[in-house]
């Protein structure tokens, strides 16, 4: 596979997983069950699921206007999506959106650092959020791909 190809599939990961990222906000409620059932083993995580889940219907049943902002959450990530399937067209040219997606994926874990006290959970949920980031692996690759066929003209 040349270079510009393996950009592209590097582009298509991102994509996809941003796809999949956003469209998962709908089905929360169905998503959230499932999770809680895996979580049976580990008390922990199973409390913090249930929680969730259960703060998630108790939202939903008095204010489901605050779940609005969500469905706005998972429309950001579609358009960002469509950034990046845009970019695969001509990725030389488009450098600056693989630089602009590392770039976000290198303050995931500053937000998360920022937010998750401010929301009250708990400390290690950090990790769990800054696992987002891992995005940042696939776009290093495309860039360093693209900074050699940059040079090379």
């Avoid at 796809?19 to 998962?24: L, N």
């Avoid at 049976?40 to 609005?68: C, K, N, Q, T, W």
């Amino acid at each position: 596979m040349s270079s510009l190809g393996r950009v592209r599939v590097l582009l298509a990961i991102v994509a996809f997983g941003l796809f999949v990222s956003g469209v998962t906000i709908w089905p929360w409620e169905w998503e959230l069950e499932r999770i809680l059932g895996l979580t049976s083993e580990v008390p922990v995580l199973h409390a913090v699921v249930e929680g969730i889940l259960a703060d998630m219907r108790d939202l939903r049943s008095r204010d489901s206007f605050v779940l609005y902002g969500l469905d706005w959450l998972a429309y950001a990530h579609l358009v960002l999506t469509a950034l990046f399937v845009m970019a695969m067209k001509d990725p030389v040219r488009n450098i600056l959106v693989v630089r602009f997606g590392l770039l976000c994926c290198l303050t995931v874990p500053l937000l998360a650092a920022i937010c998750v006290p401010l929301r009250g959970l708990p400390w290690w949920w950090v990790f769990i959020d800054s696992s987002f980031a891992i995005c940042a692996v696939p776009l290093w690759l495309a860039l360093r791909e693209l900074k050699r066929l940059e040079s090379a003209g």
